[in-house]
């Protein structure tokens, strides 16, 4: 798999393999479209409103070209002539009217998305751009480049406004804050930038990566920013005081995407790695501290679950069953309704199993109430036959046959 974009509404995910594009439901895990370009794709990125994909494609013996998809049809709406040269990736701007395409060829344009027309040709960097991230208000975007600068430009006349100088190598990553008062830059050597795009100054200069700075992202409030780089770590960083404020190492490889998932009580970001590993990190922050735990993380390898009984399981979505089933997996996951009922009549039975650590009394009215107990789970046993309980109840049944 060479590129994937999770839909803006959540309910598609877009991968690009090998000749084609497919599109694939979040919820089942099927797939719902193939997208046939003939051709390698290397970038994909849905609208804001999920209605489209733009596509580029990066084969070393194809003609190069970018084309819109209609999600819907999956037919193509446009196909942007005149960037014959290697597109690196497409985005599209907030509200959908504009896309920038940039290359390795160090030359961005910028596209009407409606009508499928370049409105502008910018060639003003001198080596390979890196990244593009647009203003969260659509009306500039900023460019990262192998020439050590960060551009920032106008999208509506395709002027270039600012030329952030500073690095002394190439530039990574670029990304805007959220009032659009400041842009973090990393790099190739792992520092970052913070700058002040009303000063134009460089604001903060934070240390600590060692290599290739492969994603930037700020908070939704812009306090704080996370950095992933190929170090195979992930820094948290405080805007205000431009310190540290933690350290996530232990990675198995290179750290290549970060977001972050930002609750009203509860922050998160997750990580995705080289080598295929998704993690999801819990922040709490508490005056000068700032603790960062491993929530959840997939593991590393291939999903194998051939012969595997899943009869009974709790917790799963419907999406994990689905996918545990496509793997092989067999059975039943338990119903959480019946989960709940199998749970009382357990915690029920606790209560009588309790008493069974001393010998029974023989008494004719115990050896009754005894016999009946006996009767009941042997009823209940029957019926939960094949599942869990079944085998919780059997073990009850004979521990207290042992005791009479």
Not at 64 to 75: L, P
Not at 323 to 344: D, F, M, N, S, W
Not at 371 to 392: A, I, R, Y
């Amino acid at each position: 798999m060479y590129c994937i974009a999770y839909s803006p509404g959540g309910d598609q995910i877009a991968t690009g393999d090998g000749f084609r594009i497919q599109l694939w439901c979040t919820e089942t895990g099927e797939c719902i479209d193939t997208l046939s370009r003939g051709d390698w794709p290397s970038a994909i990125a849905y609208s804001p409103h999920g209605n489209q994909l733009v596509c580029t494609n990066s084969g070393n013996h194809l003609p190069h070209k970018v084309q819109i998809f209609d999600v819907e049809s999956g037919t193509v709406v446009h196909t942007l002539t005149g960037d014959e040269l290697d597109a690196r990736g497409a985005v599209y701007s907030p509200n959908g009217s504009h896309i920038i395409t940039y290359t390795a060829q160090s030359t961005v344009r910028i596209w009407d998305a409606e009508k499928g027309v370049c409105n502008h040709l910018l060639t003003a960097h001198s080596d390979t751009i890196n990244n593009v991230a647009f203003s969260p208000q659509g009306d500039q975007f900023a460019t990262a480049s192998n020439d050590s600068t960060v551009r920032v430009w106008d999208v509506a006349t395709g002027e270039c406004r600012h030329i952030l100088v500073g690095h002394k190598d190439k530039v990574s990553f670029a990304a805007y804050s959220p009032r659009e008062e400041q842009i973090a830059s990393g790099s190739s050597n792992g520092l970052l930038r913070v700058w002040d795009l009303g000063a134009r100054t460089c604001h903060w200069i934070l240390t600590g990566h060692t290599e290739w700075i492969s994603r930037i992202e700020y908070s939704s409030r812009g306090d704080r920013i996370v950095s992933a780089s190929y170090d195979k770590s992930v820094r948290l960083w405080d805007v205000m005081s431009g310190q540290c404020r933690a350290v996530i190492q232990g990675f198995q490889d290179r750290v290549n995407y970060i977001s972050w998932i930002e609750g009203p009580s509860v922050t998160y970001f997750a990580t995705g790695c080289e080598d295929g590993v998704v993690g999801m990190w819990k922040v709490e922050t508490n005056d000068d501290r700032c603790d960062v735990s491993l929530h959840w993380a997939t593991m590393r390898g291939e999903l194998n679950v051939q012969n595997t009984n899943i009869q009974d399981v709790q917790g799963l979505s419907q999406l994990n069953k689905h996918l545990l089933a496509q793997c092989g997996a067999v059975g039943e996951p338990i119903h959480r309704l019946r989960l709940r009922e199998a749970g009382k009549k357990l915690t029920t039975m606790a209560s009588v199993v309790s008493k069974l650590g001393t010998p029974l009394d023989r008494t004719e009215g115990s050896a009754l109430t005894t016999s009946v107990l006996l009767k009941q789970l042997e009823q209940w046993s029957e019926q939960e036959k094949g599942t869990l309980c079944h085998d919780v109840v059997a073990s009850i049944v004979k521990i207290i046959h042992g005791q009479q």
